[in-house]
């Protein structure tokens, strides 16, 4: 498998679960990112780790929570999330962390809080 | 902060045509990109320039780093390209991107 994947496609959940989200990239990458897009915004991002420590943390609510085991996965904890969360959740990765270079984006998750 | 517009926000054309997209910005950049996004949501990075103008296949890139702006051309564009194509920039001592909105495009056959 090659590329960037994202686990599940679509998830619906209540506000009082928990659940997690899945990237794994197989480019042999050291930087991970991940988006949050909603309707008619642009993308925005969320969290960067580079080597597996957090480069950024972009003002996200505590109810999200990061996790990079290692610099081919990582993972995106929600809980007691709000119905304003429901947004496609992009997890995307680069040779290194910076604007300067390319990002590869995985297919995302479409996530509906109920 | 970089602010990044496109134009037009939508553009529907006929297959055939000819296709211009454009984006601004505000600040001096570090590298700007194309990106692609099709219905169902997966991203695809089409160009990455800092100066002159980029060429793969019927897709071209140009910007002018004076006027800060860039174009993004489709040459003979087809109804498989129709999808929503996003700008965005990076900034000389930022790492992080910034994105437009996206401009989508529908081409009729």
């Known amino acids: 498998e090659t590329g960037v994947t994202q686990t599940p496609r679509h998830l619906v959940m209540g506000m009082t679960n928990k659940k997690s989200l899945k990237c794994e990239q197989h480019l042999g990458h050291n930087a991970m990112y991940w988006y949050k897009q909603s309707a008619k915004k642009p993308l925005e991002l969320m969290f960067v780790y580079s080597l597996e420590e957090r480069v950024e943390n972009n003002s996200v609510p505590s109810r999200f929570s990061p996790e990079c085991p290692n610099s081919s996965h990582l993972f995106l904890h929600l809980h007691t999330l709000q119905p304003e969360d429901s947004a496609l959740y992009l997890c995307a990765s680069s040779q290194e962390w910076g604007s300067s270079y390319e990002q590869y984006f995985g297919p995302g998750t479409r996530l509906t809080v109920t | 902060k970089n602010e990044v517009e496109q134009s037009p926000q939508n553009l529907t054309a006929q297959e055939g045509e000819f296709i211009t997209i454009n984006c601004s910005y505000s600040?001096?950049?570090?590298?700007l990109h194309w990106l692609q996004q099709h219905p169902g949501g997966g991203i695809v990075s089409l160009f990455m320039?800092?100066?002159g103008k980029k060429k793969h296949g019927r897709l071209i890139a140009t910007i002018n780093i004076q006027e800060k702006h860039s174009s993004l051309h489709i040459t003979a564009s087809h109804p498989r390209d129709s999808a929503v194509y996003i700008c965005a920039v990076g900034t000389f001592g930022n790492e992080k991107l910034t994105f437009g909105t996206g401009t989508r495009l529908t081409i009729i056959p």
């Open positions: 320039l800092s100066s």
């Open positions: 600040v001096g950049i570090s590298a």
